[in-house]
């Protein structure tokens, strides 16, 4: 689809893609902390309500459905990702991503320490939000460079002395945080009020 769009079109695009990938995390990460503890008896129950049904054919249409969604999922979370910084942040936190997986899973496996899942969890959780929170920085700065977003005030603070976002290691950062050395009012203010509803949502869950 990206090959039949130009210019302004290919643009907005882009930016739709950066909205939706912040969408699905934060909406993952939100279910996930209400549906975790009942997920699995969940999924065992409809596994035995295709199995009993459907036989093994239900079975495999119940997973082809979860592959295929997460599949979905994955694909616009990575497209995102690819549109709001450079595919070297990508490429490393990708291979940073594995590398923690990978390293979590020995460690689990050999019982060399005793992990905390709730709190891994919870820290994982909160990692994603936070990068969600920077797809959307990225998108609004999309809005605001097109001129379809004004910014109010640009910008509202000067950190670049303090940590600047066009140098290597400042633009990582700012890829998978959202930060800005210069940012505007109207970034600032969205940024606030996603975070302002996430944590009402995040204390719902918490009580339900």
Known sequence: ??????????????????????????????????????????????????????????????????????????????YGLAQGGELSALAFGTVTGLAVAALTAWVTAKSLARLNIALLLRLSSILLLVLASALLVAALDRLIGAGYLPPLLDPVWDTSLLL????????????????????????LLVWATYWGVVLFAWRRTSRG
């Open 1 to 78: 689809m990206q090959d039949e769009l130009t210019g302004e079109a290919l643009d907005l695009f882009q930016t739709a893609t950066l909205f939706v990938a912040a969408g699905l995390i934060t909406q993952m990460v939100l279910w996930m902390r209400k549906h975790g503890r009942t997920m699995k008896a969940r999924l065992h129950a409809d596994l035995a309500a295709a199995a009993e049904k459907s036989g093994h054919f239900g079975v495999a249409v119940v997973a082809a459905l979860a592959v295929a969604r997460e599949g979905a999922e994955t694909v616009i979370f990575l």
């Open 164 to 187: 600047d976002d066009t140098t290597k290691g400042g633009k990582l950062i700012a890829d998978f945080s959202g930060y800005r050395a210069r940012p505007s009012l109207s970034e």
